[in-house]
């Protein structure tokens, strides 16, 4: 599932802190009070409780009270979210993505259906042997998609260089070229949304497409996954 604007400010205001990173690093491996934080990370406690508060504050964390042997009621923190950040940027190329997977996609590949059905064996079995198995499968199955991502991410480089030195040859303006830039790398023709990301009045806009596509044949097939 993928996030919305303001649920990806919100994350990346979390992670980028290197303290926030450590602290939802802890909470990733279970759930923990301040000042167990504290001791483990070597962080002062009032520094964990404020960064807790606004990770909290934001939906990354959650909080709930239990029961103390030694005195009050301690507050108990846990993650919140499941969520994957990705952030590209390039000479041509700059996109952000933020999906979570607090449950499974509508459709799995034959591969991650695999995966479950180990995942329910190994249950049945309560074997942690079989598990740590599969976790190190499925890790080594995303380093796979990684690498194949780092690669199709420099080959679409190299495409959008050679469409910028084809532009640089064309007699466009500065307005032009932004346009376009932007079909180039949205695959969207959305007149408000491309108004709204050039701050460009729709009228210029909708002027400026159709002159791209009677003077140099050029076509947008909208890409629905980012055309929103």
Do not use: W
């Amino acid at each position: 599932m993928v996030v919305n604007a303001s649920q990806i400010d919100a994350i990346l205001a979390a992670v980028e802190n290197p303290i926030r990173r450590r602290i939802i690093k802890r909470l990733s491996q279970e759930p923990s009070y301040p000042l167990e934080i504290s001791k483990e990370l070597g962080i002062g406690q009032q520094l964990v409780a404020a960064h807790l508060a606004m990770m909290e504050r934001h939906g990354i964390v959650s909080s709930s009270l239990r029961e103390s042997p030694y005195g009050p009621k301690r507050r108990l923190y846990f993650l919140n979210k499941s969520a994957c950040v990705t952030i590209s940027f390039g000479p041509h190329l700059y996109s952000e993505h933020v999906s979570a997977f607090e449950s499974p996609p509508k459709k799995l590949s034959e591969d991650c259906e695999r995966l479950l059905q180990r995942i329910s064996e190994s249950k049945k079995n309560g074997n942690l042997a079989d598990l740590s198995k599969l976790v190190a499968d499925i890790d080594e199955k995303i380093a796979q998609i990684e690498n194949e991502k780092t690669a199709l991410l420099y080959i679409r480089n190299l495409a959008m260089q050679q469409a910028a030195e084809i532009l640089n040859t064309q007699a466009l303006s500065p307005v032009e070229k932004r346009v376009l830039y932007f079909l180039l790398d949205e695959k969207c023709e959305d007149i408000e949304r491309i108004s709204t990301e050039l701050n460009l009045r729709e009228g210029i806009i909708r002027e400026t497409i159709e002159k791209l596509k009677t003077n140099y044949s050029f076509t947008c097939k909208p890409n629905l996954a980012f055309c929103h």
